[in-house]
Each structure stands twice: as C-alpha cells, then as structure tokens.
C-alpha cells in the first residue's frame, strides 16, 4: 500500500511510561511489546517526510470531581496525572521537533483537541494508527478520525492490548465499521 507522505500522518497513540513501562499502574505487557515496530514505523515516515503525530493521555487529578457519568478514574485508578512520570512518552519512541504532540483528556484523540484542525489545515486525509489500548483509546480514536471522513488504517502489528481477544475485537470492529486493518510490512511511504 502506498501512503502520500503529504496527505498522510502516522498517528501514535498513547505509548505512556503508563501503559508501557512495568512501573507503569496501567502496565499492560502487550504495550510494551509493541514499542519496536511502532519505533520502525515512525523512522520510516520520518525518513519520507511524512507527518507523526504522538497522542499522550493526560488527566488533571481533578478532571472527574464533577462528573456526571463519565469517570475514567472510577474505571481504571488515577492514572497518567498531568505533570506525572507516568504521562511521559516511552524514552524509546522520542518525539522529533516537527512531530505533533496532542494531549487529550478522553479516550477519544479527537475530542476537545485541535487534532481535526491541524489535520485539515494541512490537507492530511490518511491516518495510520497504531499504539494503545487497542480497545479503548485506539479504537476510539480510530472510529472517531472515520466519522469525520479521514481514512483511519490501523496497523495490526503495532496496536498494543492487555489481552489478545482484546486487539482481536478491536481490529474486526474498525475493519467492518469504519477502517482499514494493515500491517506495517504492507505500508510504503512514497518517496522513503
């Protein structure tokens, strides 16, 4: 499959001392064990000058004192405070200078941030997903770039979970709904 650097944005979702680290509270061994394709992917597309952009989840430890319903602390603990070690990217997959770095409050990439903006601004139809959890924030994420009519590929190899059955759902879901399941052999950013 070949990816329009240009039209084209790696999207790398969530890969958090949190989820990925042991010392993470939210250490998930299938996370972890996605960070060396996802670093591959993302040499790659910078290597063809396409656009990377890495997600971190962040909460403000007040985030859900209101709340109504939505509590993601009620569901999963405190997790990746704002500030925290926690929030961090892996040291293993550092953002360049020209990389986006979008930070979010829901499992959602696209809720309440500038992500549609930027993407649109920048004429960027196709977006290549990877990172974690495959069921929650990749997949929401992914559902919600193919509601607003970006083309979301998600690649299989490069998409973290806590369980297998977990990344399995995630990918039949996205691929009979909204998007397109890939492997990160199958994808060739012209010009790299």
């Known amino acids: 499959m070949h990816l329009e650097p240009a039209r084209t944005a790696v999207v790398v ?29 993302v040499f790659r597309a910078h290597e ?41 990217i892996v040291d293993e997959l550092p953002a360049d200078e020209a990389d986006l770095v979008v930070e979010k409050h829901t499992y959602d990439a696209f809720y309440n941030t500038e992500l549609e903006g930027w993407l649109n601004a920048r004429g960027i139809d196709d977006l290549v997903l990877c990172g974690t959890l495959a069921n929650v924030c990749v997949l929401h994420t992914g559902g919600s770039a193919g509601i607003r009519d970006f083309r979301p590929l998600m690649v299989d190899d490069c998409i973290g979970a806590i369980e297998d059955d977990h990344h399995e759902y995630a990918l039949e879901h996205a691929e009979w709904l909204f998007g397109e399941v890939v492997t990160s052999d199958d994808l060739e950013f012209d010009g790299a």
Do not use: K
């Open 13 to 41: 979702v969530d890969m958090q001392n949190g989820f990925c680290h042991p010392d993470g509270s939210l250490y998930a061994p299938g996370s972890e064990a996605v960070i060396e394709p996802i670093a591959d992917l």
């Open 48 to 88: 063809a000058g396409t656009t990377v952009i890495f997600t971190r989840d962040v909460h403000p430890p007040e985030q859900f004192d209101d709340a109504h319903y939505y509590d993601e602390f009620e569901q999963w603990g405190e997790h990746v405070l704002e500030g925290s070690w926690e929030a961090e």
